[in-house]
């Protein structure tokens, strides 16, 4: 992912996001290489839908 900075008249803005899941059993979800790469491609396109 790409570090740009946006640009409007009156401001300069950076976002970072940081998920936090609390699973009911605290289960380790990410250790699936399906699902993990299942949620980053998701995020990825939530990411480019909303710029």
Do not use: G, Q, W
Request: hydrophobic letters at 30%; one cysteine or more.
């Amino acid at each position: 992912m790409d570090n740009e900075y946006r640009h409007s008249k009156t401001t300069v803005s950076l976002l970072n996001y940081h998920f936090v899941f609390c699973p009911r059993y605290r289960r380790k979800l990410f250790v699936n290489s399906e699902v993990d790469a299942s949620f980053k491609s998701l995020v990825h396109s939530i990411c480019k839908e909303n710029e």
